[in-house]
């Protein structure tokens, strides 16, 4: 870890960096988390301003079980991005993630993926990390593949999604130790 500013700098790759958020993040957490595109296979969002002081609030104080962070391109918030044990006794754990549309189709979901296996193998300590995507949801499909991810499967009426139960690809990595 590193400081840049004010913020703590959890991982770093070449173009995206993941670190904890700060209260100031509000207005830029806000502009995508209250974009309904960035929230169309998501199960909150659009968020309200009250959604988002409490999505911020919630994670100004770190955890030791999982790291919710703030997706930093050129300075800028540009997302969230999250890994966090499922189970501690197992070794396993969960990432997900969400960019701004503006951030779309330049490669920073992939590296923000391998930057969260990183973090729940070297710091989590996970063996295996896992994650799920509506299954129309085919950018990010492309995303979990990119990073060594298998489809394990399709988990139906995995979750309620704009009032409709939709089905979810699984995906998993099992890390190196």
Same mark, same amino acid.
């Given at each position: 870890?590193?400081?840049?500013?004010?913020?703590?700098?959890?991982?770093?790759?070449?173009?995206?960096?993941?670190?904890?958020?700060?209260?100031?993040?509000?207005?830029?957490?806000?502009?995508?988390?209250?974009?309904?595109?960035?929230?169309?296979?998501?199960?909150?969002?659009?968020?309200?301003?009250?959604?988002?002081?409490?999505? !911020?609030?919630?994670? %100004?104080? *770190?955890? #030791?079980?999982?790291?919710?962070? +703030?997706?930093? $391109?050129?300075?800028?918030? &540009? =997302?969230?991005?999250?890994?966090?044990?499922?189970?501690?006794?197992?070794?396993?754990?969960? !990432?997900?993630?969400? %960019?701004? *549309?503006? #951030?779309?189709?330049?490669?920073? +979901?992939?590296? $923000?993926?391998?930057?969260? &296996? =990183?973090?729940?193998?070297?710091?989590?300590?996970?063996?295996?990390?896992?994650?799920?995507?509506?299954?129309?949801? %085919?950018?990010?499909?492309?995303?979990?593949?990119?990073?060594?991810?298998?489809?394990?499967?399709?988990?139906?009426?995995?979750?309620?999604?704009?009032?409709?139960?939709?089905?979810?690809?699984?995906?998993?990595?099992?890390?190196?130790?």
């Amino acid at each position: 870890m590193h400081v840049a500013g004010d913020r703590c700098i959890v991982a770093s790759g070449e173009r995206v960096s993941l670190g904890w958020f700060l209260p100031d993040d509000f207005a830029a957490v806000h502009a995508f988390a209250s974009d309904p595109r960035v929230c169309e296979f998501m199960t909150w969002g659009p968020n309200s301003s009250a959604d988002t002081h409490r999505f !911020l609030t919630e994670r %100004l104080t *770190p955890s #030791a079980n999982d790291y919710q962070l +703030a997706v930093i $391109v050129r300075g800028a918030v &540009i =997302g969230s991005a999250a890994v966090w044990v499922t189970d501690a006794q197992n070794q396993v754990g969960e !990432l997900g993630y969400s %960019l701004s *549309p503006a #951030a779309w189709g330049n490669g920073y +979901a992939t590296e $923000v993926a391998r930057l969260l &296996i =990183g973090i729940g193998r070297d710091r989590l300590g996970l063996v295996r990390i896992a994650a799920t995507c509506d299954v129309d949801n %085919l950018a990010s499909s492309k995303v979990l593949d990119k990073v060594g991810m298998v489809r394990e499967g399709t988990l139906r009426s995995f979750k309620v999604v704009r009032g409709e139960r939709r089905d979810h690809h699984v995906y998993a990595i099992i890390t190196p130790q």
